[in-house]
Nanobody
Framework: QVQLVESGGGLVQAGGSLRLSCAAS????????MGWFRQAPGKEREFVGA????????YYADSVKGRFTCSRDNAKNTVYLQMNSLKPEDTAVYYC????????????????WGQGTQVTVSS
């Protein structure tokens, strides 16, 4: 079992920045890819970005590429999502998750999920 706890969400004006954190505990592994997803009201949960624990490889949705950055601190078992140049359409609940079955950009690849943290971007 892996437990995930997100934090760092909040209300920010358009153009601002936030950094989300995801602390992992339990049976963590350096081979896991950690992903970030988001879900806006009335919409499906969508892939945002992901990072490999050991190699530092990163993956991003086109909608956030160049604005969002995934990073990790292995000593703290924590991954981060730095979000810059935020837009109102970035408003959503953001979730981190552990990739178990590949398909990095798909919900299907992830088994363990955090409870989510709300990000609201005002115009």
């Amino acid at each position: 079992q892996v437990q995930l706890v997100e934090s760092g969400g909040g209300l920010v004006q358009a153009g601002g920045s936030l950094r989300l954190s995801c602390a992992a505990s339990g049976r963590t592994s350096s081979s896991y890819v950690m992903g970030w997803f988001r879900q806006a009201p009335g919409k499906e949960r969508e892939f945002v970005g992901a990072i490999n624990w050991s190699g530092g490889s990163t993956y991003y949705a086109d909608s956030v590429k160049g604005r969002f950055t995934c990073s990790r601190d292995n000593a703290k078992n924590t991954v981060y999502l730095q979000m810059n140049s935020l837009k109102p359409e970035d408003t959503a609940v953001y979730y981190c998750a552990v990739n178990i079955w590949g398909e990095i950009r798909s919900l299907n690849g992830y088994k363990y999920w955090g409870q989510g943290t709300q990000v609201t971007v005002s115009s």
